[in-house]
T-cell receptor, first 114, second 115 residues
Framework: DAGITQSPRHKVTETGTPVTLRCHQTENHRYMYWYRQDPGHGLRLIHY???????DKGEVSDGYSVSRSKTEDFLLTLESATSSQTSVYFC?????????????FGPGTRLTVL | AQKITQTQPGMFVQEKEAVTLDCTYD???????LFWYKQPSSGEMIFLIY??????QNATEGRYSLNFQKARKSANLVISASQLGDSAMYFCAMRGLYNFNKFYFGSGTKLNVKP
């Protein structure tokens, strides 16, 4: 258990509404990540953070923004949710800076956009 | 560009038998790491095993081993003595040494262990 929580765990929303997902960690790790998981695609990186206020885009960043004002929290925002953003969202942290350091994942948030 | 390919969407194996899950990759990096994760029906992602591109020996972790063939760019996961609890989705992933924030996943293989 790497001390990662995600909230909410489940959310149903309507097209066009803003949505914010929260990832919280308790161990002050520098690197945090947001992924989405869709059938047939595995996990794809949306955005990541390498420190407070330091973020960068992943491979599927369109329609998403992130913020990290504190080490422990990494927020993912859908400014105007679309049905194509229905997915399971995973937050992850990286423990250590070596190539072999795996990522530890949060429990996931299931988002449905109607 | 990095790419991970898992060509087996689903597999069945008899309990107590061994099973191999295939993973091939494509990368221009000289140094990289390969990972396998398990995702049971409950949804969490569980790290299983790691192989570095310069590791001369295949990685092993308990009943899991990684059959690494660098020239073929393959990193197959071998599960020995399958158990019912091994039924899950399995994902192969890769990360480059110099682009270590970019983790690339395959599409996964769903393994069903039959009693």
């Amino acid at each position: 258990d790497a001390g990662i929580t995600q909230s909410p765990r489940h959310k149903v929303t309507e097209t066009g509404t803003p949505v914010t997902l929260r990832c919280h960690q308790t161990e002050n790790h520098r690197y945090m990540y947001w992924y989405r998981q869709d059938p047939g695609h595995g996990l794809r990186l949306i955005h990541y953070s390498y420190g407070v206020k330091d973020t960068d885009k992943g491979e599927v960043s369109d329609g998403y923004s992130v913020s990290r004002s504190k080490t422990e929290d990494f927020l993912l925002t859908l400014e105007s949710a679309t049905s194509s953003q229905t997915s399971v969202y995973f937050c992850a942290i990286r423990v250590g800076l070596e190539t072999y350091n795996e990522q530890f994942f949060g429990p996931g948030t299931r988002l449905t956009v109607l | 560009a990095q790419k991970i390919t898992q060509t087996q969407p689903g597999m069945f194996v008899q309990e107590k038998e061994a099973v191999t899950l295939d993973c091939t990759y494509d990368t221009s990096d000289q140094s990289y790491g390969l990972f396998w994760y398990k995702q049971p029906s409950s949804g969490e992602m569980i790290f299983l095993i790691y192989q570095g591109s310069y590791d001369e020996q295949n990685a092993t972790e308990g009943r899991y081993s990684l059959n690494f063939q660098k020239a073929r760019k393959s990193a197959n996961l071998v599960i020995s003595a399958s158990q019912l609890g091994d039924s899950a989705m399995y994902f192969c992933a890769m990360r480059g040494l110099y682009n270590f924030n970019k983790f690339y996943f395959g599409s996964g293989t769903k393994l069903n262990v039959k009693p």
